[in-house]
């Protein structure tokens, strides 16, 4: 039972590069959500989605876009990275958001010079 | 607008120095107030849900406990391995249940 599994683990890019930050769970969650994590910020919301087909933005979503084809999968894609998308992100899946805890994956650390 | 706020941003205890992390909210409705511990490099790792003023949980030793505008998160007898930061979220009511507000969180070393 992996949890939530987050690749890559770190990444460099250079402004204007576009990538995608993979997530994917294997506790058959139907809640997923995104989050970056900035010194002195706490976590905030990017986007997230509530079942297989069906996504929201959410607090910080601007430069971003994800999309969910299956259950297990909650992929973010950076369109065109700029420097203020420097940050740690965090995967989560839950079942049953806003009642049960999330179960986070290990983070992506990116950087964008 | 909802928000958290913990206190304090850091805190230093000697081993077996029991004590308190706080946090406050102001929220539109609480659905559910989480506590995690996050070690440096992982993600936050779930602790506890409190649903209503008046409840307890406890895990080995931390206690959690909530009112109307707060909650503590208490430490009893601290080991060096209870040192990581500590995250308090609540679940808004009015916003969907996906919209966890987390807080800045306490950063807590256990000196042995």
């Known amino acids: 039972n992996a949890g939530v599994t987050q690749t890559p683990k770190f990444q460099v890019l250079k402004t204007g590069q576009s990538m995608t930050l993979q997530c994917a769970q294997d506790m058959n969650h139907e809640y997923m959500s995104w989050y970056r994590q900035d010194p002195g910020m706490g976590l905030r919301l990017i986007h997230y989605s509530v079942g297989a087909g069906i996504t929201d933005q959410g607090e910080v979503p601007n430069g971003y876009n994800v999309s969910r084809s299956t259950t297990e999968d909650f992929p973010l894609r950076l369109l065109s990275a700029a420097p203020s998308q420097t940050s740690v992100y965090f995967c989560?899946?839950?079942?049953?958001?806003?009642?049960?805890?999330?179960?986070f994956g290990s983070g992506t650390r990116l950087t964008v010079v | 607008e909802d928000q958290v706020t913990q206190s304090p941003e850091a805190l230093r205890l000697q081993e077996g120095e029991s004590s308190s992390l706080n946090c406050s909210y102001t929220?539109?409705?609480?659905?559910?107030l989480f506590w995690y511990r996050q070690d440096p490099g992982k993600g936050p790792e779930f602790l506890f849900t409190l649903y209503s003023a008046g409840e307890e949980k406890e895990k080995e030793r931390l206690k959690a406990t909530l009112t109307k505008k707060e909650s503590f998160l208490h430490i009893t007898a601290p080991k060096p391995e209870d040192s990581a930061t500590y995250l308090c979220a609540v679940s808004p009511l009015i916003q969907g249940a996906q919209k966890l507000v987390f807080g800045q969180g306490t950063r807590l070393t256990i000196n042995p």
């Open positions: 989560a899946s839950s079942y049953s958001a806003g009642y049960y805890g999330y179960t």
């Open positions: 929220v539109s409705g609480l659905r559910g």
